[in-house]
């Protein structure tokens, strides 16, 4: 079965440009998250969506941060303008009906973003 | 949801077991205790998770003392693929509930040869 699918794997920017960044989460699950990973913060969450609307976005750092899922198999996480402090491993996760279940989050493989 | 403590980082031997503690002595009683380990450059990925009782699958066994303020992840035979960060996360389920995991630092285990 496919996992969660994130893209690219990889991204190398300069300061100032728009960075977007892409989930595919597993078919069938009905919550989404977003998490950076840096080594001062450890793994954190940003955002999660359920049914694609966001549920809650108290973890977004600031406005230059948006995320969007305008249907059930995809997102997007975009940062405009990205800063050197950016930089970090973006992981998109998918459950199933966490809200009543105990259903664990799947997660992709991560997205390294480096901003220079 | 309640705080966890873990050692920062353990050893162990190839194809002995790996017992991994964590400590969450405020844990409620609808609290659930989660094993994710993430595994350099991957993902995290979810081991196993229990409320009360203990619990076996294909890949750890997690006892939960009575108390449940303590409980210990067992890798049975650990091999150096298991090489990896553990982290051990307390969370409540159910209606108004958002399933949010918070990550500590975890532990490190090394397997070695």
């Known amino acids: 079965d496919a996992g969660v699918i994130q893209s690219p794997r990889h991204e190398v920017t300069e300061m100032g440009q728009e960075v977007t960044l892409r989930c595919k989460p597993i078919?069938?699950?009905?919550?989404l998250f977003w998490y950076r990973q840096t080594m001062m913060r450890g793994l954190e969450l940003l955002i999660y969506?359920?049914?694609?609307?966001?549920?809650?976005d108290s973890g977004m750092p600031e406005d230059r941060f948006s995320a969007k899922m305008p249907n059930a198999s995809f997102s997007t996480l975009k940062i405009q303008p990205s800063e050197p402090r950016d930089s970090a491993v973006y992981f998109c996760?998918?459950?199933?009906?966490?809200?009543?279940?105990?259903?664990?989050?799947?997660f992709g493989d991560g997205t390294r973003l480096s901003i220079l | 949801d309640a705080k966890t403590t873990q050692p920062t980082s353990m050893d162990c031997a190839e194809g002995r077991a790996a017992n991994l503690p964590c400590n969450h002595s405020?844990?409620?009683?609808?609290?659930?205790v989660y094993w994710y380990r993430q595994i350099h450059s991957q993902g995290p990925q979810y081991i196993i998770h229990?409320?009360?009782n203990n619990e076996t699958n294909e890949m750890a066994s997690l006892i939960i003392t009575e108390d449940r303020k303590s409980s210990t992840l067992i890798l049975p035979h650990a091999t150096l693929r298991d090489t990896a960060v553990y982290y051990c996360?307390?969370?409540?389920?159910?209606?108004?509930?958002?399933?949010?995991?918070?990550f500590g630092q975890g532990t490190t285990l090394q397997v070695k040869p």
């Open positions: 996760a998918s459950s199933l009906g966490v809200y009543y279940s105990n259903q664990p989050q799947h």
């Open positions: 078919s069938g699950h009905d919550y």
């Open positions: 969506f359920n049914n694609n609307v966001p549920i809650d």
């Open positions: 405020t844990i409620s009683g609808n609290e659930y």
């Open positions: 229990g409320l009360k």
């Open positions: 996360i307390v969370i409540l389920y159910g209606s108004g509930n958002t399933g949010k995991l918070i």
